[in-house]
């Protein structure tokens, strides 16, 4: 049995849609994963007993935690747990890393809109609104933390 030659185009026709079909699901599925991935949310581990004093440098305090790194300030915000028990300060830094401003004590979500022109990474610092023996322990750092939900872009 001979093929036609109508078939033989018919058929590398449909193979080459089915193949560009393909490509394009690749492609789409790419972007959307992409884009779900390109938001980050700092974890608890991220965050250290501290505190950060007026100037964003580092100061011993068993008060407050802080994280010691500085994250970005492409799409941050900061969203408070319902019954967060916590305030937070947020303090901004230029690209080489130098101090430029601190934000008041936040007692509400953020959305980024008041980020301060030149600030390029931030530091977080938590305090206890209710804690009982006014200093935090070891083992209280990740309940702090988990009551802020901070996101940013890669």
Not at 118 to 134: L, Q
Request: proline letters at 1%; one cysteine or more; a negative charge.
């Amino acid at each position: 049995m001979k093929k036609s030659k109508t078939w033989s185009v018919v058929g590398k026709v449909i193979l080459a849609v089915v193949l560009v079909a393909l490509i394009a699901a690749v492609t789409v599925l790419a972007v959307k994963l992409e884009r779900q991935t390109s938001i980050n949310t700092l974890g608890g581990e991220a965050y250290s007993i501290g505190t950060l004093d007026e100037t964003g440098k580092y100061a011993e305090g068993d008060t407050s935690i802080y994280t010691s790194k500085a994250i970005t300030t492409d799409g941050l915000t900061c969203k408070l747990a319902d019954d967060a028990k916590i305030k937070y300060q947020l303090f901004y830094y230029d690209e080489k890393g130098e101090f430029l401003s601190k934000s008041d004590e936040l007692t509400a979500d953020f959305d980024g809109k008041t980020i301060p022109e030149g600030a390029k990474s931030v530091k977080i610092m938590i305090t206890p609104t209710e804690d009982e023996d006014g200093k935090v322990g070891a083992l209280e750092v990740l309940g702090y933390a988990a009551q802020l939900t901070v996101r940013f872009n890669k």
